[in-house]
């Protein structure tokens, strides 16, 4: 196992603690818990709070997303794994600055159930009102008659922009609520795996892929895809996830943006030949790029792959998209 | 013997502890093969976290111990199964609040509780290939046992949960992280419902072992 | 090979012309060249020109830091390989605003000896006045007697930042050229690698490492380091890395930048396993850390591993460091 | 013969082109296992060039031919080698301005002019394990070449410059990316070194095969 850590079952504990001594002006830890995280200044008066939450082995996501112009707070599990009820409602009672809290995290069974609870006893014991919007966005993982059943993958990065930049306007629950709704019904993702990750504490792959393999529509913790073949060339690729997004969402003459998301290990290099048959896919199809994010922006720590994820713009999302944002991980100002 | 005493229900969920700890490894095959291969990780947890709160328990009435190992679990181990098993533990103690000893049909209402639970949680249906299609066979089996004999009933209720959890090898995933199988996922055995299969099979057997 | 790409001749050339389609408003290629990457304003009138230039395949590094209070421009070679004499030169002439030019690059052989061409022809031609400051952080390669010989790594990065923000502040040539170099005095890093990369026209491993095995002390290309062993825990890495480069450099009550870099495929969870370590033996030797950078800074294509590096730090270097930097692969908002 | 004329060095350098093409593998070895792998790629994309400038070459004036060839291999391949080995023939090319035939002292001044430059340009000195420790012993074989056939004179050359190739696996690498493996570079050839040796031995073999 190619990992540098000390003891595996302390991975997410010994990550967290450096995480939160480099970055002390930003981000702190509640309840005692380093896997209770919030923005440094929490709570926000006035201010919608946005929470989220999952597993590790995702950075940026979810944690690296919390941050000025998007989210308040991130209840973190360990890797791959949901946070606990008690975690995710201690953060969400961390960041109640009185207008709210927005539970907004991927659709994932462990993470809804729990998240859920933790609605409830917020609401139960502090009275803070807690609106829940899923992301699920990967059109590889369920057909469209079945969309509210999709995985939720690296689309919940344009969900926390738009969501956080109007939270941080002084929007209200509702808005933000809605918002983040109607981002997510502009938003489609899909991705390919080409080499599994492995868990610290497990220490071998739960998957295999061959070597000159690959898997279209594979997850972020290798759930299971459309179709696993030999490993084609980076325009094949690139057809067969724009193939799958366009058939699910009308792009026609839109302007959108598009996020190309490598898994970990996959670089940036790559990213940008793919960039290429996006761009000559899009002018065929009459769309335009308002603003591309290529990077890592939600991987499963050493996986190679890659994730393309289209939202489709209006104005009112381009301005929010548009609107600053900054964490350790993450700072529109590199994509404006 | 017609009664499951204080003392014996505790001996029996700390062999189901043990029992289930013992079968991780095949789990995380059947979870691997459907979904993400945690089940043996978050059974080895759970359990782990309930064998050491039984070690130190204090409460006597065995409807709020259950209530409260349904909490244990769910913190230990915070995935799909862990959440949901956490809360029929939960929903299965508050239908048993103020019992100080079983009879298997008081089994049978507690489990009852807590598949009304996991359906109302969960939003699965009998049938979605979950845990649900051991669960529901083995009321049925408990309901329908004309023995007095706890240990018979739970027999038969454990026989009923593995003949559920083989019946969903012909079932589609329909709910969870296995349904991204989609029509994959026939053939494979549901990782859950032989969970529970697995539990009731090691209740079963400590009762039995520890004679009428 | 696991990668996502077209023909591996092209490789370079379809990056490019991706990264140039993405970023229009950041960054244009020159003399018709897309491996001439220079700011989308150059030049820039009365400001001193930055040009650096390297080999492909190291993402962020070395284009990716072309941008507002960073570079001016950028030669591109070939996977590994330098730059032609022609790119440098028409590089250095196209950021030139007539306030001459610093060469700001990697001490590697072919760099080297085509910069010192480039320079020559820029001088010949266009009496353009060119300053040149070699990278050569890299503690691992060379004793200190010898330290003109070591190869430049992730220290460039700061390297880049403090010259870069001289230079914004319109310093002279002779200026950004002393704080270039004051920097480097300060600067040491250090690597280990725990898997190999695979050159697309290679299409194999350069070098090869056993399933449990690693190279502390290995370079950027591939480099052979100090010593092959087993893969130790995080703590025993962390280590021997900074063993070296605290023998190197007089770190005692200093206050310093660090910066934690994957060389790709390692995850940053790993890079923030490593910060604990790297505070506990800070703390030990009365080392504080005025900021921390941590993330993909200079990388080896997909290979596994990270490397450490240490700015010492004084009121100077500290200004520049957090004076305002962005381009489309870095923005110093995200660090501040 | 004791002069190559025209077109026989035309002939001769499509030659070493072809021949160290052929030999990139081997090349690509040695430079892996002391620096990165990358010379067999070098030597095949500037000879490629130089091959491709030969078949359409204008230019009647030997030592002219050579300053274009070496800017031709230094813009097709920019690396250590590419740069050094591109001022080499510029700089050999200036010493050979206006010639249109060689004797095999022609060929050692040209050598000598391309060695000079390699020091000013690469700061080596002899023994620091280059393709200086071929180039240099070769110069020396041409000076006491007692013949005055060019094909004899180029086969010492080669010999020597094989020899001293040979040589350079007692030396530890002092420069270049080699330099960084240390004592451990001991025991292995230098890439560049033997590149040149293959350059003139596919260059003697040219000559003779063409006949006295
Ligand atoms: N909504 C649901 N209702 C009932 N049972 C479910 C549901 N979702 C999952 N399960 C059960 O849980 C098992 C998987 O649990 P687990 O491995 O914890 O899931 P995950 O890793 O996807 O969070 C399945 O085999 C199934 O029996
Ligand atoms: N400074 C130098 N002077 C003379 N020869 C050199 C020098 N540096 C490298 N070489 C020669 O070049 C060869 C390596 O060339 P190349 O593979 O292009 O280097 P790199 O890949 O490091 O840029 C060496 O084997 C050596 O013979
Ligand atoms: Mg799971
Ligand atoms: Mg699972
Ligand atoms: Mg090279
Ligand atoms: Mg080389």
């Known amino acids: 196992m190619k990992k540098i850590l000390n003891h595996p079952e302390n991975y997410v504990p010994e990550l967290l603690s450096g995480l939160l001594a480099a970055h002390p002006h930003r981000l702190k830890s509640v309840a005692g818990d380093v896997h209770c995280i919030v923005r440094a200044d929490a709570p926000r008066q006035g201010k919608v709070g946005i929470v989220t939450g999952g597993g590790s082995g995702h950075l940026p996501v979810f944690l690296g997303y919390v941050g000025a112009g998007l989210l308040d707070g991130c209840a973190v599990g360990d890797v791959f794994a949901s946070p606990t009820v008690d975690q995710m409602y201690h953060v969400t009672k961390a960041v109640h600055g009185g207008a709210g809290v927005l539970h907004l995290f991927g659709n994932y069974g462990g993470d809804v159930m729990n998240f859920a609870a933790a609605a409830d006893q917020a609401a139960m014991e502090d009275s803070i009102e807690v609106a829940t919007v899923l992301v699920a966005d990967d059109v590889a993982s369920a057909p469209p008659e079945r969309a509210d059943r999709r995985r939720g993958v690296a689309g919940m990065v344009y969900a926390f922009k738009i969501a956080g930049a109007r939270a941080e306007q002084g929007g209200t629950l509702a808005e933000v609520k809605a918002d983040a709704e109607h981002a997510l019904a502009n938003t489609r993702s899909m991705g390919v795996a080409l080499s599994p990750c492995i868990l610290p504490q497990v220490g071998k792959p739960t998957f295999t892929l061959g070597d000159d393999e690959m898997e279209i529509g594979m997850g972020i913790h290798g759930e299971p895809g459309t179709a696993r073949g030999k490993l084609e060339s980076a325009d094949a690729i690139t057809d067969a996830l724009l193939d799958r997004i366009m058939a699910d969402i009308d792009l026609s003459g839109a302007e959108v943006t598009v996020m190309l998301n490598s898994l970990g290990a996959t670089p940036l290099e790559e990213l940008y030949i793919m960039y290429n048959r996006v761009l000559s896919r899009f002018k065929a199809a009459g769309v335009t790029v308002y603003r591309p994010y290529i990077g890592r922006f939600a991987t499963s720590m050493e996986m190679a792959g890659a994730s393309i994820t289209v939202m489709k713009l209006d104005e009112t999302l381009k301005a929010l998209l548009d609107a600053p944002a900054t964490s350790p991980f993450f700072d529109n100002g590199q994509y404006l | ?212």
Chains 1, 3 share one sequence.
């Open chain 2, 1 to 212: 013997m017609d009664k499951l005493s204080f003392e014996q229900t505790i001996a029996v969920l700390g062999a189901v502890a043990d029992g289930l700890i013992a079968s991780k490894d095949e789990l995380t095959a059947l979870d691997a093969a459907l979904g993400d291969g945690d089940l043996g990780r978050t059974v080895e947890r759970g359990f782990k976290a309930i064998s050491d709160a039984l070690q130190t328990n204090e409460e006597a009435d065995l409807g709020k111990l259950l209530f409260k190992l349904g909490k244990v679990f769910g913190d230990a181990a915070a995935s799909s199964f862990g959440a949901l098993f956490g809360t029929a533990l939960r929903k299965g103690g508050m239908a048993l609040k103020g019992k100080t000893e079983l009879t298997a049909a008081d089994i049978a209402d507690g489990m009852q509780a807590a598949l009304d639970a996991l359906i109302e949680l969960g939003k699965a249906k009998i049938g979605d290939k979950t845990m649900l299609d051991a669960i529901h066979p083995a009321i049925q089996a408990i309901r329908a046992c004309e023995s007095t004999d706890v240990g018979a009933c739970l027999r038969a209720a454990a026989d009923a949960a593995q003949a559920g959890a083989e019946q969903t090898k012909t079932m589609q995933s329909m709910i969870g992280r296995a349904s991204w199988q989609g029509e994959r996922s026939i053939g494979q055995m549901d990782a859950g419902a032989r969970a529970i299969a697995l539990m009731l099979d090691a209740a079963a057997r400590k009762v039995m072992s520890d004679g009428p």
